[in-house]
T-cell receptor, first 112, second 114 residues
Framework: KNQVEQSPQSLIILEGKNCTLQ??????????LRWYKQDTGRGPVSLTI?????NTKSNGRYTATLDADTKQSSLHITASQLSDSASYIC???????????FGAGTTVTVRA | DAGVIQSPRHEVTEMGQEVTLRCKPI?????LFWYRQTMMRGLELLIY????????DSGMPEDRFSAKMPNASFSTLKIQPSEPRDSAVYFC????????????FGEGSRLTVL
């Protein structure tokens, strides 16, 4: 069974600080890997997407990295803001399959 | 486009009652997905449609769950009879064929079964 594991489960950081979220997956072969942001009470929204041949992708203060050899991805948040408080979900798309593999998410809380 | 639209946003019902959740996908999207999200299990795929045809319903937990997509702009997820363990947030999502495969989610329907 395809699996996506995320760590940590949750973290608390002070406003302005940086943090890094981890995603390990066993889905193979895969088409792409996305990070979604889910605000409380809202639906997930795509932040970044990387294909198997990409190593890094940025979206403002969010930078995602991918190591397809070790099957690891990370999401780095720079200079965190209160609005970054959310759950971040790693999602892997298998090749030729519409059944995505979702991680359980990391809940980030940014405090003033 | 207004995005994926779900209703109701919140539903509180008693065990044994019928629940119907509704979804309007983004116009032009070929695929529609129903997911359930709980703290314990995260996001789980229940069923998905391609061009209004159900393709994979292996995630539907029991016969109490059913889903329909009578046309390209409307889908329903029905639970009959509902049970307390069905309490969760149900998301509808849609996407186009091919492309980057990005799923566009609705805001979800939070179901509480007492």
């Amino acid at each position: 069974k395809n699996q996506v594991e995320q760590s940590p489960q949750s973290l608390i950081i002070l406003e302005g600080k940086n943090c890094t979220l981890q995603c390990n997956y066993t889905v193979s072969p895969f088409s792409n890997l996305r990070w979604y942001k889910q605000d409380t009470g809202r639906g997930p929204v795509s932040l970044t997407i990387m294909t198997f041949s990409e190593n890094t992708k940025s979206n403002g203060r969010y930078t995602a990295t991918l190591d397809a050899d070790t099957k690891q991805s990370s999401l780095h948040i720079t200079a965190s803001q209160l609005s970054d408080s959310a759950s971040y979900i790693c999602v892997v798309t298998p090749v030729d399959d519409y059944k995505l593999s979702f991680g359980a998410g990391t809940t980030v809380t940014v405090r003033a | 486009d207004a995005g994926v639209i779900q209703s109701p946003r919140h539903e509180v019902t008693e065990m044994g009652q019928e629940v119907t959740l509704r979804c309007k996908p983004i116009s032009g999207h070929d695929y529609l997905f129903w997911y359930r999200q709980t703290m314990m299990r995260g996001l789980e795929l229940l069923i998905y449609f391609n061009n209004n045809v159900p393709i994979d319903d292996s995630g539907m937990p029991e016969d109490r769950f059913s889903a329909k997509m009578p046309n390209a702009s409307f889908s329903t997820l029905k639970i009959q009879p509902s049970e307390p363990r069905d309490s969760a947030v149900y998301f509808c999502a849609s996407r186009i064929q091919g492309g980057t495969g990005e799923l566009f989610f609705g805001e979800g329907s939070r179901l509480t079964v007492l």
